[in-house]
């Protein structure tokens, strides 16, 4: 990904979105406490999105042929922390999960017919979408390889037969990327297909909502039924039996873009709790004085730094074109930890105020919670982190490379 | 406190306590996601409450003539570890905040004709009731002593000026127990007095429910206006100026009852969350066998185990007679932080599931949240740890304790 | 184990333990850094033992018939703390591992000839003795049932062949007590016995000093070779193939006793750190009220809270009767990694003098570390909680214990 | 800083640097367990930096003039951390501490009269320095400003009384860079001036070396005392009353070069482990596949994988010409801290030899350990930090940042 954005260019696309933040989302925000359908859902996402495209700072990430600015993820991070900055910050300037990771994928994978039909509405923001992916048990979880949604060839295309749910945005979405199995049996990786399927399509029900802490989400985390669904072979998306291969494209970037989202968030949270002890006294002392107190917030600047200096080595690997498989990964664990240290922090710091709706860092705890746990937990992705680490390290010395032996 | 209960009478006031709240409370908490007004507010309390009094479980620490079981601290630990199982469990059988605490200092401190008028009803489920202390900033929080709310003397009785929040349980209780100063000025320790008020004195007003993250307690967390109360000379509850002693009297208990109920709601996450993986399977083994996952049960058994262990050292403490200022103070900050840690890996356990509404795990987590906020937050019992430490040890050490030096 | 110990006489203990620790040991050890064989070794011991003997404080676990106090597990847990305020205070009482553990276990399982042969002595510190379990690799370390060292029946006894190491106190102990294969074969866990051996028997050899962190077990940590080395049937510890249910007869109460001492020696450290920041200012404040001071002060005062009660719980359901492998697991494991905590808060708090022989704080720091591996790893100790939780926890919501499924 | 390297030739240096410490520097320090006194102390020294200059690989950071690389920050990164896989490494290569950061602030304020007799044979490895800044109580330790060492202007220069300690290298020092007081009180930051002071100047005793738990620091922590020590006028260093300053530009590059040597002693200790894990077995498994273990390792990847990135982070900030105050006290915080864990976890997973001298990990532990303390322990830094950010957080909220309020 070619980056032809220039620091001032850079510079001012901070600037804009965070001045558009603080203008435009936070009063919406701070009156529903976070909840987007409280504010209005779908017309809330319209009436900020046009905002945005006047003050051109809609969709930043989005190749240039869409209207977007075709940002590398160095500096993505940048724009879209001060997006995150409000909850609602990423809807409004089109940077939000899933449609962010698909118009990303998409970019990189679709057919040029495919880009003309699902890629250019999603990159304008005329439609949303969904990547149906995981699934109840015993599916596709943590554990993607236990995929057990169907696509069974019949002439013309695939049929789809399966349940998902945590479908984040499913509710309201113009289109489905959907995940099948194609080929082996659940507990096997090989096999699976992604399916562009419009939200329309005969036999894709969305069943309900499924309740959640975070409530920032427009369309929510649905349970969503595909009963026979027909794709036509040109929706097939990049090759058959190519899905998980696919899914890794996606996860790297998407992993650091959520990264850079929350830190915005929580950010926030600091801030307010920050500014809020440097105004309060108790036993004779500014609370912001106390060395309880200076602990919090010291510990919260470190956090909140390395999170920052893992996500940027990160992406500065997936600029060179690297897949980052164990920066991100690395990244995405610390970083999700850190942040939910830091709200919480946060909350301490603010005492009973912490825990209530009279400031937003409650409300910011709670949408962070998730994030250790969607995109992979901080198990799973350890898991992985220790057996890369095992693989390499015992490579090298199996080469000689320390003679301390075992 | 004298302990009459047999070990036999224990043990069948646990189980059938037990028993109660799987039966009764269980179902009415899960169908509400544990929203008390959600689930039916005052109603719920008074057909709960009934139950448990036909159970003969209700009020298990409140004294024998009131139909109590007069239990003293060691055994409340084991009866309200079972009643905190269910979130309502504690409104079920009357032991909850700040009903409790209230009981037991009406005991100690009442006149005759208090407990008579007060007492009585509120032990016997009558009543609720609502201990108004904290102020919204610059007032009295964390450190009490800058309380601002007044008490005028006038001819037989006083006169309460001044503004509350955070009054757990003032929406629909039957009095209020009032911290005003009645010497000294805000920021000094000093001349604080309580006061016994009917909720329909002229001149309180509840004003509105502080928004806040947990949703279990009836009547809410509540703004509180004092615009000229009277308060006749028979309703100061003990001695002019002696506010801030009974407070302390109040207060170590109250913290340890705490304890034990919450003990009881995060062991029921802790539960939950090893059932469900050691039902579910992921990378071709059961998810309990994952050693990653083995660390958090670990984790959190270790965390459980020490809670109880504290909360019983200073239950022995409080039944001896000891004002367990240290005890209690240790046991609350470390019991705080050590049940948030658990909530939160079962969370973890859970995936998905454990920040959603599918099970109450998630609930869980967020009631407990305040609990390192409410009844002074971790930072605040560490700085008085810290310097009962200090002044103890250096104490130690100028008798010549240590020949190292320093 | 009946307690015979008034709490007159537990208090006099006590108090005889501490001074004459502070009068006795303190000197030696702070003159040696802690390091016992610089500080004189063998010679050390004897001059020591005979003091506390004639201060009548000499083995005070030990049956009265061999001049101990018989002090059960609570009782000893106030006594130990006491003797391990000085690294070398176990050695001087006579209640250092792993002769302490060997007492207790040859009072219950040996014979009366053994007793009279092997325990006497002992008891009385006549001589020394070591526990010969742990193997290099690929022998029996955390996992007990790897044990390779073997045992062959012969006329009128048992010849044994293997290597340990790590066997504390090996060099210059009278007697050991082996662990050795009467059956199965590494990986079962059937068929371990324990045998009574003389140190001058033909076929040992303590072949080195493995060199570890620590410098203050007399006797050190040694390699150990059995080379057909004979044991008569006479000498056969309890019935053959029971060694490793024996060796659990050891291992609860000896665990507890370990965290009885390094509370004491850890206890020291904090002290002594709290009353270096109790003297020294900068910053324009004297430390200790500095809040980032009064955070590591206050964690560690509630570690060893946390540390006693969890050891006094455990020692309670020994004393009642009980195995107490969870109780016992739980405690050792939370103590081994709290008092490292302590030890290096401790550390801190000293600034430049806490990684320094300045003070005791870097001594003690060095010679709490192995208690996390020592007795087992807190990681096979998780695992060990995690597997007894799982399977207590699912047969419980089996039988229908909580209703909110899986 | 200009940098002039290619990667081609940072690449070959790392390389070459990374196989001279396996070649030449690992065995000597193993074979004195990093005792470099044991080693042969100042003779090792000649003969490692020997083989270094004929390797090309000396002093990589010196002057181009002085026969070094000069390596910017960024690419000293990568250079210093192979050098300190090896204890001895850093000394080897003439990076160590206190010579590489007096190289580097030489180079920055010397004269040039100044750079001829002291930076010239310091920068070759013809001798080596000490810098004299630490004092006892109640003088300069972790509050600078305390300083109590004296200059007191003569005829011709100053005379210097005082005393310092925990001086490194002091013992075997060609010279010292010492900090005295020429204006003000203790107590008071303003007027410390630098002098530069060969070792054979009358009256600079090098009292004693200060024991400490590191061993691998040729020429020790010294007491160092100052009596009527004469400095002429031209070996002050820079400006009278300037010295505080030049101390911060010193400080924020000697931070991120003691990180950079740090995790290339730690990455050792976590390579080792690992590779011991990988080739153990116990409970019918490979330890590494163990998940304890590998929460252990993904642990330690994390952290080193921060670490790093907070590094270069600082060091993209300095190579820029800022002063990076925020960016260093920062990553130096958290380096200290993880690397801690890191080394302490891999003594974790080796069991009993990672408590002992059969593995390098406890050496690496204990050498790492007062790196969190050295150079500013966690606590000033974490009081610094907060301060900053509550100074910067306020100003951004006054300006109307924010809306949400207090």
Redesign the interface.
């Known amino acids: 990904m070619s980056r032809t954005t220039t620091p001032e260019e850079l510079a001012s696309l901070v600037a804009r979105t965070r001045a558009f933040v603080?203008e435009h989302v936070?009063?919406i925000e701070?009156a529903a406490?976070g909840d987007i359908e409280a504010a209005g859902g779908e017309d809330v996402r319209l009436q900020l999105q046009k905002l945005a495209r006047d003050a051109g700072i809609l969709a930043p990430h989005a190749p240039v042929e869409y209207g977007g600015h075709g940002l590398n993820m160095v500096d993505r991070a940048a724009v879209f922390e001060e997006a995150g900055y409000g909850l609602f910050g990423p809807l409004a300037t089109h940077i939000a999960a899933p449609d962010e990771g698909n118009i990303h994928m998409l970019d990189h994978i679709a057919s040029a017919a495919q880009k003309e039909k699902y890629l250019r509405p999603l990159a304008t923001g005329e439609v949303r979408s969904a990547f149906a992916m995981?699934e109840p048990?015993?599916g596709a979880?943590?554990?993607p390889s236990?995929l057990t949604t169907r696509a069974t060839k019949v002439d013309g295309g695939w049929v789809i037969d399966g349940r998902k749910?945590?479908i984040t945005g499913a509710d309201g979405a113009g289109f489905f990327i959907t995940m099948a199995r194609t080929s082996g049996e659940p507990?096997s990786a090989g096999g699976a297909t992604m399916f562009l399927m419009p939200a329309d399509t005969e036999g894709i029900e969305v069943v309900r909502h499924?309740?959640?802490?975070?409530k920032a989400m427009l369309g929510g985390?649905c349970e969503v039924a595909f009963t026979g669904a027909f794709v036509p072979d040109d929706d097939v998306l990049g090759g058959v039996d190519e899905g998980f291969r696919y899914a890794q494209v996606r996860l790297g970037p998407a992993r650091m873009t959520h990264v850079m989202r929350w830190t915005g968030a929580v950010r926030?949270a600091?801030?307010?709790a920050?500014?809020?002890?440097?105004?309060?006294?108790?036993?004779?002392s500014r609370l912001?004085d106390?060395?309880?107190?200076?602990?919090?917030?010291?510990?919260?600047?470190?956090d909140l730094?390395?999170t920052?200096?893992?996500l940027?080595?990160a992406c500065r690997v997936l600029d060179d074109g690297g897949r980052a498989a164990k920066?991100t990964s690395?990244?995405k664990?610390?970083a999700a930890e850190a942040l939910h240290r830091v709200a919480d922090r946060a909350?301490?710091m603010c005492?009973?105020l912490?825990?209530?709706?009279?400031?937003?860092v409650?409300r910011i705890a709670?949408e962070v919670?998730?994030f250790?746990?969607?995109d992979g937990?901080?198990?799973v992705?350890?898991?992985s982190?220790?057996?890369r680490?095992?693989k390499a390290?015992?490579s090298?010395?199996a080469a000689g490379?320390?003679?301390?032996?075992?």
Chains 1, 2, 3, 4 share one sequence.
Do not use: C
């Open positions: 603080r936070l009063p701070d406490d995981t048990a015993p979880g943590a554990d236990m749910w945590f507990g499924v309740g959640t802490v975070d985390h926030r600091h801030e307010i920050v500014n809020h002890v440097a105004h309060r006294e108790a036993f004779g912001a106390l060395g309880l107190m200076q602990q919090l917030i010291a510990d919260n600047e470190i730094a390395a920052r200096a893992l940027l080595e920066e690395i990244a664990t610390f909350q301490q005492g009973g912490g825990v209530s709706t009279e400031l937003p409650a709670r919670r998730p250790r746990i969607y937990p901080s198990e992705h350890r898991w982190i220790a057996k680490a095992v390290i015992t090298e010395f490379a320390d003679g301390a032996g075992a």
